[in-house]
């Protein structure tokens, strides 16, 4: 069963990825799905991660109590759980809820009203015209919307720190700026594009194959989400695993 279902996802990627008729009609597309996956979600992404940022600093702080460890380290500790780990894998499970169940939902209901049957009678290849420019718009913006995670979640951290007097924001900005390493970056960003694929292929595979009415059309949207999470974490391992 998960054989033929890697199978059909695979021949639907295949699909996806043939030449397109207009490239004029993908860009427009294109451009409106970076809006709804990117600047739609920035909003969230950004609230989310300053919070995350400031109770890591609370926590870090609680459990780092020594004379003997200086305070700085609490800066550090954030910045490189937030880069190589929060920001990517917190920020791609919430945008897989917001946006692999839009998706999936969207596709799927083109396929229940018949709208993907009238595309290809017309000779349209629809999953190219329907789910490449979601693809692209992925692998484009959910790496922005990290950056501005780690930008927020450091930040929070930084002023969830001063306010509650754990740390003075002399010694976290310190911890922040010593002994950075950019490879952490260089993973986090390609855990990003690898999560970015995940969340608009997959959803847009479980709507594009959806048999039934509407209920099928949300239990798809849930499956798509499950099955998002389950693979973005296998992903994150095996990235850390492979790049560290």
């Known amino acids: 069963m998960i054989i033929t279902t890697f199978g059909k996802y695979v021949l639907l990627l295949r699909d996806v990825f043939k030449r397109p008729e207009k490239m004029k009609i993908y860009s427009k597309a294109t ?12 909003g969230l992404i950004a609230i989310i991660s300053s919070f995350i940022g400031a109770v890591m600093t609370l926590q870090i702080a609680f459990q780092l109590i020594s004379d003997f460890i200086p305070k700085t380290i609490i800066g550090s500790i954030n910045r490189d759980s937030t880069i190589l780990e929060l920001s990517p894998t917190i920020s791609a499970i919430v945008l897989a809820g917001k946006i692999g ?73 310190l911890g922040i700026t010593s002994n950075f390493n950019p490879h952490t970056v260089t993973i986090a960003l390609t855990k990003a594009f690898i999560y970015g694929f995940i969340i608009t292929s997959i959803p847009a595979f479980e709507g594009f194959y959806v048999k039934g009415g509407a209920l099928e059309v949300a239990k798809a949207s849930t499956k798509a989400v499950v099955v998002c999470c389950i693979t973005i974490l296998i992903c994150d391992y095996l990235v850390t695993q492979l790049l560290l």
């Open 101 to 173: 169940s839009a998706i999936s939902s969207e596709i799927g209901t083109m396929r229940i009203t018949e709208q993907i049957d009238a595309l290809e009678i017309m000779g349209i290849n629809a999953p190219g015209y329907l789910i490449l420019p979601k693809i692209i718009a992925g692998i484009t913006m959910v790496p922005l919307l990290v950056i501005i995670s780690m930008t927020m979640s450091i930040l929070g951290g930084y002023i969830g720190g001063s306010l509650s007097g754990v740390i003075t924001p002399a010694e976290y900005v």
């Open 31 to 42: 451009f409106e799905q970076m809006n709804f996956i990117g600047i739609g979600s920035i």
